[in-house]
């Protein structure tokens, strides 16, 4: 049976000025069955449309805070650093991919961009501008659960038969505010914030604050997820 080949965003690294990228997104794709490939950076929308149309679906990694331009606000103190060659690219192909019902999947930065990008809002640093008790920035190594999340019933999630508390790891400073309309809530965090959500209507267009990447292959939840992700990009 022929594999989906699975686009995924580059890490970038500005002082090696160089891209990268985490054996655990290609080793989540592979366990799964799909062929993971890591994309150049570029904005030009020919280049993108032929990307679109070469790929079965799409992995939109974590990485660099995401440029509040894109979801209307002003670049704070909050804010981290951006990566401008990944704000400028991730937005343009996420619309095309949606457009085109190609399979997407976000993880960490990736869920904020598909929010920002579909109309919602983030916090520039959660400790600053969300009371929680939840630490949302565990310390390392990240291959084991800092707290729990919730999953939603009725979510593409339930209906994969994960259990509705499961514990996840945890390493942002950014997350959701607002929701996109366009978005649904998936999983929650015991302070309420969102840590997972979808698209209605899209094949596949799921996204998570936790970092399945870190977790082993053989780890039954993140496996659920990829394999989900993989199958609809057959």
Not at 83 to 100: I, N, S, T, V, Y
């Amino acid at each position: 049976m022929k594999k989906p080949v699975i686009a995924l965003i580059p890490l970038v690294d500005e002082g090696r000025d160089s891209f990268w990228m985490l054996p655990g997104y290609l080793n989540g794709i592979a366990a799964a069955g799909g062929i993971g490939v890591m994309l150049p950076l570029t904005d030009e929308v020919e280049d993108l449309r032929q990307i679109l149309s070469r790929f079965d679906g799409f992995l939109f990694t974590g990485g660099h805070d995401v440029d509040p331009a894109i979801y209307g606000r002003e670049k704070t103190e909050l804010c981290g650093d951006l990566a401008p060659g990944r704000d400028a690219m991730e937005p343009k192909l996420l619309e095309m991919a949606l457009d085109a019902d190609k399979p997407v999947f976000g993880i960490c930065r990736g869920l904020q961009l598909m929010n920002a990008v579909l109309g919602g809002t983030l916090y520039q640093d959660i400790p600053k501008q969300f009371v929680s008790t939840t630490n949302h920035r565990m310390a390392a190594p990240y291959g084991r659960p800092e707290h729990t999340v919730s999953i939603l019933p009725d979510t593409p999630f339930a209906r994969l038969g994960i259990p509705e508390t499961i514990g996840v790891n945890s390493c942002h400073h950014q997350g959701i505010e607002h929701l996109a309309p366009r978005m649904e809530p998936m999983a929650v965090a015991p302070d309420g914030l969102i840590e997972a959500a979808f698209v209605p209507g899209q094949r596949f267009a799921c996204a998570v604050q936790w970092h399945p990447e870190f977790f082993p292959v053989d780890d039954p939840v993140s496996g659920m997820i990829f394999r989900a992700f993989v199958e609809a990009c057959r």
